[in-house]
């Protein structure tokens, strides 16, 4: 399984990602893939862009899903199937409490996956639950195969194996 991390997330990245989920500036949502627009666009083509859950009281709030507002600049094929069953904000929670994540995510209408390749997206991985549980959401509708882009991560060593 291929996975493509684009940024090292940092002081810069926090802050321009928090003036678009935090206060939602919708605009912001092409500058975290303009060097990247081109590849994404061309190389996921064919695929079927799952993009990672957000919580839905958030989401209304804002007017957007923050993942897919950035994944609408490469594609129109966007799955918003993966869902929070209740709300969750991992950023508030200690590492362990991240964990807590993977009994909060579920998918509906996963049928649409069966066969087709699927790209997992995601803005920030840190614990990797979320990744994990979305993988296993994903893998049980049996795509014809799975890639994953996240936009940034706290890290490049990830102790997790995908």
């Keep these: 399984m291929k996975l493509t991390i684009l940024y090292r997330y940092n002081a810069f990245f926090q802050t321009l990602l928090f003036r678009y989920k935090g206060q939602y500036d919708y605009e912001l949502r092409n500058a975290f893939i303009v060097s990247d627009q081109r590849f994404l666009s061309d190389y ?23 993942t897919a507002g950035i994944v609408s600049s490469f594609s129109s094929n966007i799955f918003t199937g993966l869902y929070k069953k209740s709300p969750f904000k991992q950023a508030e929670q200690s590492f362990e409490g991240r964990q807590k994540i993977k009994d909060v995510i579920d998918i509906k ?19 990797g639950s979320t990744l994990e549980k979305c993988l296993d959401l994903v893998c ?5 195969s799975i890639e994953i882009v996240i936009l940034a991560t706290r890290s490049y060593h990830l102790e997790k194996n995908i």
């Design 44 to 66: 996921y083509r064919s695929h079927v862009i799952v993009v990672a859950p957000s919580d839905d009281i958030a989401n209304k709030k804002r007017g957007f899903i923050p």
């Design 109 to 127: 209408n996963g049928e649409v996956l069966r066969k087709k390749k699927v790209l997992l997206f995601d803005d920030v991985i840190t614990s």
């Design 140 to 144: 049980h509708y049996h795509p014809a």
